[in-house]
């Protein structure tokens, strides 16, 4: 069964400019939830999507946002990008809200 | 409110000694669920163990074992006999009820060195 999938992997990005990630939950994989990690503040929740629908959100201002689509694909957007969006993005899936999640390899973002 | 603090930002041992990682949490809500995950280098996030807030029995798997004490608010994770392999960052995190779902918090982890 393949993992959780995310692309890019690695993203380099200008401030100002507009990002968008993928992530691909497990088949059958429902729930998908997205964390930013960072050093400075570890990992953070941005958000989760539950069959099409943003059940939770973070902490983060507007400039992020996500989807997920009928496939249980979800995407997140960030846009107006700052220095300090520079960070590994990872999302994460589960077969129900409140399971053991598994994490795709990230995508990292560098922001110059 | 929600959070997890894990005291040890970082640990070096030697191979074979056993390690203890801390972790204690707090929450509002009598359902909720405790997790570890493992960092390794390579940074993919890989799952432990799931334990949810009715089931204060521990568990032994291999080298790894966790002890959940809710007296205590604490899920304390041991690795026996530690190994190079199990170098890594590791993760205690809390999912509890929020407005429309789960809300997943992760504490700061705790870097785990085991030398040779």
């Known amino acids: 069964k393949a993992g959780v999938t995310q692309t890019p992997r690695y993203l380099i990005k200008t401030r100002g400019q507009q990002v968008t990630l993928s992530c691909s939950p497990i088949?059958?994989?429902?729930?998908v939830s997205w964390y930013q990690q960072t050093p400075g503040q570890g990992l953070q929740f941005l958000f989760e999507?539950?069959?099409?629908?943003?059940?939770n959100k973070g902490n983060f201002p507007g400039r992020f946002s996500g989807r997920q689509f009928s496939n249980s694909r979800s995407e997140m957007n960030v846009s107006t990008l700052e220095l300090g969006d520079s960070a590994l993005y990872l999302c994460?899936?589960?077969?129900?809200?409140?399971?053991?999640?598994?994490f795709g390899p990230g995508t990292r973002l560098t922001v110059l | 409110a929600q959070k997890v603090t894990q005291a040890q930002t970082e640990i070096s041992v030697v191979e074979k000694e056993d390690v203890t990682l801390d972790c204690v949490y707090e929450?509002?809500?009598?359902?909720?669920?405790l997790f570890w995950y493992k960092q390794p280098p390579s940074g993919e996030l890989v799952f432990l163990i799931r334990?949810?807030?009715?089931?204060?029995q521990n568990e032994i798997s291999g080298r790894y074992s966790w002890n959940f004490q809710k007296s205590t608010s604490s899920f304390n994770f041991t690795i026996t006999a530690s190994q190079v392999v199990d170098s890594a960052v590791y993760f205690c995190a809390l999912s509890e009820r929020s407005t429309g779902g789960f809300k997943t918090i992760f504490g700061a982890g705790t870097r785990l060195f085991v030398k040779a």
């Open positions: 334990r949810n807030s009715f089931d204060e």
């Open positions: 088949s059958g994989h429902r729930s």
């Open positions: 994460a899936s589960s077969l129900v809200r409140d399971n053991e999640q598994f």
């Open positions: 999507y539950f069959s099409e629908t943003q059940r």
């Open positions: 929450t509002r809500d009598t359902t909720y669920y």
